[in-house]
């Protein structure tokens, strides 16, 4: 599988972005995904997870309410719908799958593949 995000940019505080992550291959179906975030000098942090059929989604505390996860299985792709944007969410943006999950979505030495990650940058 291999991911490409998509969608990050400058955004003033209070306003939104949608960020999404194509991917290849015909077994995306089969995998969970992911979205992660990495601030400079912070490690990566789990941000939220949408199960293989969509049914199922979580998210960080810190983005609840705020951010939606969403998976389109036809287009082989995955949205993160983010809005109320702080500068404390600026960070690269990174999508992921993972085959086999059960309570380990949020841990990323989970996942098996990554996309290159997508800058977003809130101004204050």
């Known amino acids: 599988v291999q991911l490409v995000e998509s969608g990050g940019g400058l955004v003033q505080a209070g306003g939104s972005l949608r960020l999404s992550c194509a991917a290849s291959g015909r077994t995306f179906s089969m995998y969970g995904m992911g979205w992660f975030r990495q601030a400079p000098g912070k490690e990566r942090e789990f941000v939220a997870f949408v199960t293989m059929s969509g049914g199922s989604t979580y998210y960080a505390d810190s983005v609840k309410g705020r951010f939606t996860i969403s998976r389109d299985s036809a287009k082989n792709a995955v949205y993160l719908q983010m809005n109320s944007l702080k500068p404390g969410n600026t960070a690269v943006y990174y999508c992921?799958?993972?085959?086999?999950?059960?309570?380990?979505?949020?841990?990323?030495?989970?996942?098996?593949?990554w996309g290159q990650g997508t800058q977003v940058t809130v101004s204050s």
């Open positions: 992921a799958a993972l085959k086999y999950y059960i309570n380990n979505y949020y841990d990323p030495k989970s996942y098996d593949y």
